[in-house]
Each structure stands twice: as structure tokens, then as C-alpha cells.
């Protein structure tokens, strides 16, 4: 098998050498994520990654092989990841000093659209060359490195069946793993948000003080990155950190909890009342309800509308904005947010298509709301932590979104942050019947 291994690595290395630094990354990565585990535990995550990873490669493999490459250089899966694609091999181009037609030089560093993703890819193929196919395995690598680190940090808190479901989910779960192989900026999204949860998690717990201080500096270098990533991704999770970290320790503290819930009202109240307040909210609230039509007036897709209908007929009547239809705003927002895309309102083979992966999200809502206070109770940092992070992408998606595609993809990266606490409801449920389950099943499940 080395021998064999060993003469693979060579035939491939010069046909796609992303090949073999995935490899490399693969296969430690996995064998970490499953340390000190039992032995059944550990072959059923790594059957579980492995069969996860190889459907992945053979989803790429089946989009070079389907591809004409008589009449296009390189096929993509989404209009947004070729354009990604282009952009990384023209900012290659211009490094290595290539010939570029003078619209491929502007579109390489226009503003709209930029991150410092594409920049790694271009600094990657300038390192391998072109290699259009090959970075959907940097992709891959991100994404499933980014899962393996948050399985195990749940791992070690919430117990065997919350992170062996989460794991689950987020390997197999079909718009999940279409975003996963996609070179779009969700996969390195996914793993420095698994590493700035970790920090932050090093931050809120016992240790000395250098490693506090060493994890602070971390986490702001990962923020810092997080921010050239995607446009105030480092503001969301330096929100979502400082959050959880405060509702982690205060419901650690029962008194402090206490005091917080008599105290917490009177003094939004209070801050509700000054104008500095109320403006920032209002204008706050105006720029997402400006950006939920733009989605819905200007953008193609199907749209769903949030505001009173009197607003789409002009951009400028949202500064009209009342108590009352800002109310209506954010009370449909958090419920479209749930509820759409309805499956009954499907109404093309891709929203059929997507009725199976709504309905798990319907019941995954239902343990998710069941497992966040059992969460709270076994493990509040990490709970607060998790909630908060889902909390802020959330909010910031609910309010600006107006499209069903955009909608489901946003909503798409607070999974890794939620499906957690669905497998703790599920737990929860098993262990509510666990007087009828076989002593093999209940050891099996081990629930918290």
C-alpha cells in the first residue's frame, strides 16, 4: 500500500498538485478531530468524513469530465464561483507580468465583490499554476476543516449524539455541501469562524493570563482576516464574541442572572428613550429596509417583501418609515427568516427541489429551540457563544435579505453554529424514552 501510495503521489502530483496538499491537509486534520475518542466512536466519524470528502472529489470530478473544454477554458457550479475563478487567475496573471486585455486588468481590482479569498487563490496558483479545478479542493479542505474543528469543541462539552448529529448535518445537508465545493467565500468563512469561536472560547475559560492574552491577539487577527474576507465579517464576530462571552458568564452566575433580568429591561428602557438612540436605531433601520428593496425591485430572482406594500413603488418612502411598519418590518423579517421558502409556494424544479432540505430545517428549528436552554444549562460559554454568533449573522440576513436564493444561503452560515443544539434536543428526546431503548442503543447514544 506505501508503494502504491507512493507511486499515486507521483503520477498526480504533476496533473493537479492541489491534489496532494489536500491530501496532506485531509488526513491529519481528520486523524486530530478523532483523537481520544473509543474505538466505535472514532470509525464512525471517520467513515462518516471520509464518505463526505468523497462525494466532494467526485463532484469536481464530474464537473471537469461534463465539461466541453472545446468551448469554455473551465466549467464552474454557480455563475458567482466562475466569476470568483476569473478574478483570482486575472490577479494571477497580473503578478506573473501575463499579457491581460485592458476590461480583464479593471474587472481584477474593481471594488465591488473584493476579499482577500481571491487573493489567497491567486497567490495559490501562482505558486501551482492554473488550476481552475483544483481549487475546489481548497474549498473542501476549509470547509471540512472548519466542521472537524467545531466538532471538537462540541465534542468535548455537549457529548457523543449532539456532535456526531451536527457533523452529520453539516457534511451531507445538500445546499451545505453544494456551497462547500463551490470556490466562493463561504469555506473560509466556515473556518475562521470555527477558529474565532475557539479563541473566544479560550477566552472565557480558566487559564493564566498569557494564555488569555495569546488567544485575544489570535482572535483579532482572525477577525482582521475575517473582515478582508467578507465585508464586516470582523465586526460580526467581535460582536458575537464580546455577546456570548457575557451571556456565558452572567448564566453561569445564577444571582448575576437575577439581577440581569430585573435590571436588563429598565435600562433598555431608559437607553430607548434618549434621541442619540432612537436616531441611530431608526437610521439603522432605514438602510436595511433600503437594501430589502433593492433585493426584492432591482435584483433577479424571487423576491419576498418585508415592508408594507406603499414602499416598493419608490427606494426614497422607506425614510417614511413608522413605529408601527418598522414593527411590521422586523416581526416579518424573523418570521421569513424561519419560514420561507414555503414548500407549497414552489413554483420551479429548483424549489421542489429544495421542499426535502426545507423540511429538515423545520424540525431542526423544533430541537434547536429544545436543545439552546439544555445547552445553556450544560455549558453556558459555548452556548452563548454559539447562540451569539448565530444571533448576529441572522439579524444582519432577516432585515437586508429580499431574495429566496440569498435568503437560504445565509441563513446557510449560521448552521454551523445551530445544528448543535439540534442534536441536544434530539438527545434530549431519547433520553426521554430511554426506559424503552435497548441498554446497546442507550450506551450508544450517551447522551448529556
Known amino acids: 500500500?506505501?508503494?502504491?501510495?507512493?507511486?499515486?503521489?507521483?503520477?498526480?502530483?504533476?496533473l493537479s498538485p492541489l491534489t496532494i496538499w489536500f491530501v496532506v491537509v485531509i488526513v491529519p486534520a481528520v486523524a486530530w478531530s478523532v483523537r481520544g475518542l473509543d474505538r466505535a466512536e472514532r470509525n464512525w466519524a471517520i467513515g462518516i468524513v471520509t464518505v463526505a470528502v468523497v462525494l466532494r472529489v467526485a463532484a469536481v470530478a464530474g464537473?471537469?469530465?461534463?465539461?466541453?473544454?472545446?468551448?469554455?477554458?473551465?466549467?464552474a457550479f454557480f455563475g458567482d464561483e466562475e466569476y470568483f475563478?476569473?478574478?483570482?487567475?486575472?490577479?494571477?496573471?497580473?503578478s506573473l507580468g501575463l499579457p491581460m486585455h485592458t476590461l480583464d486588468l479593471e474587472y481584477a481590482f474593481e471594488p465591488n465583490g473584493r476579499s482577500s479569498f481571491t487573493y489567497f487563490l491567486a497567490v495559490v496558483q501562482a505558486l501551482v499554476g492554473s488550476a481552475p479545478y483544483g481549487l475546489h479542493l481548497v474549498s473542501i479542505a476549509f470547509y471540512v476543516v472548519g466542521v472537524l474543528?467545531?466538532?471538537?469543541?462540541?465534542?468535548?462539552?455537549?457529548?457523543?449524539?449532539?456532535?456526531?448529529?451536527?457533523?452529520?448535518?453539516?457534511?451531507f445537508l445538500p445546499s451545505l455541501f453544494a456551497w462547500s465545493v463551490s470556490v466562493l467565500k463561504e469555506s473560509p468563512f466556515v473556518l475562521l469562524g470555527a477558529v474565532s469561536l475557539a479563541l473566544g472560547l479560550r477566552l472565557g475559560s480558566a487559564g493564566s493570563w498569557r494564555s488569555r492574552l495569546a488567544a485575544a491577539i489570535g482572535f483579532l487577527v482572525v477577525a482582521g482576516m475575517l473582515q478582508t474576507v467578507r465585508r464586516d465579517a470582523g465586526t460580526f464576530v467581535l460582536v458575537a464574541t464580546l455577546s456570548g462571552l457575557t451571556i456565558g458568564w452572567v448564566v453561569a452566575r445564577p444571582r448575576v442572572l437575577l439581577v440581569t433580568a430585573l435590571v436588563a429591561p429598565v435600562l433598555f428602557g431608559l437607553a430607548a428613550r434618549l434621541p442619540e438612540v432612537q436616531l441611530q436605531t431608526y437610521s439603522a433601520i432605514q438602510r436595511a429596509a433600503r437594501q430589502h428593496w433593492g433585493a426584492v425591485v432591482v435584483s433577479p430572482g424571487t423576491g419576498y417583501k418585508l415592508l408594507d406594500e406603499r414602499f416598493y413603488s419608490n427606494v426614497n418612502i422607506t425614510s417614511d418609515l413608522r413605529l408601527d411598519e418598522t414593527m411590521r418590518f422586523v416581526g416579518r423579517a424573523v418570521a421569513s427568516w424561519i419560514a420561507l421558502p414555503r414548500p407549497w409556494d414552489a413554483d420551479s424544479r429548483a424549489a421542489v427541489a429544495y421542499i426535502p432540505e426545507q423540511v429538515v430545517w423545520y424540525v431542526l428549528v423544533l430541537f434547536i429551540l429544545i436543545g439552546i436552554p439544555l445547552g445553556l444549562r450544560r455549558d453556558?460559554?459555548?452556548?452563548?457563544?454559539?447562540?451569539?454568533?448565530?444571533?448576529?449573522?441572522?439579524?444582519?440576513?432577516?432585515?437586508?435579505?429580499?431574495?429566496l436564493g440569498t435568503l437560504a444561503r445565509h441563513?446557510?452560515?449560521?448552521?454551523?453554529?445551530?445544528?448543535w443544539f439540534g442534536g441536544v434536543g434530539v438527545c434530549d428526546a431519547l433520553v426521554a424514552t430511554q426506559g424503552r431503548l435497548s441498554p446497546r442503543v442507550a450506551r450508544a447514544v450517551e447522551c448529556p
Not at 475563478?85 to 497580473?94: D, Y
Not at 459555548?382 to 432585515?399: I, W
Request: with cysteine; proline share 4%; charged share 15%.
Open 63 to 75: 464537473l471537469f469530465l461534463s465539461a466541453d473544454h472545446s468551448r469554455v477554458a473551465f466549467a
Open 149 to 171: 474543528w467545531l466538532y471538537r469543541l462540541v465534542r468535548a462539552r455537549f457529548g457523543r449524539m449532539p456532535s456526531i448529529c451536527g457533523l452529520t448535518l453539516l457534511l
Open 85 to 94: 475563478i476569473k478574478r483570482s487567475l486575472w490577479l494571477r496573471n497580473v
Open 1 to 14: 500500500m506505501a508503494i502504491a501510495s507512493v507511486v499515486a503521489a507521483l503520477v498526480v502530483a504533476p
Open 380 to 403: 453556558p460559554m459555548l452556548t452563548g457563544l454559539l447562540v451569539a454568533h448565530a444571533a448576529c449573522l441572522a439579524a444582519a440576513a432577516a432585515l437586508t435579505d429580499g431574495n
Open 411 to 419: 441563513r446557510d452560515l449560521t448552521l454551523p453554529y445551530l445544528v
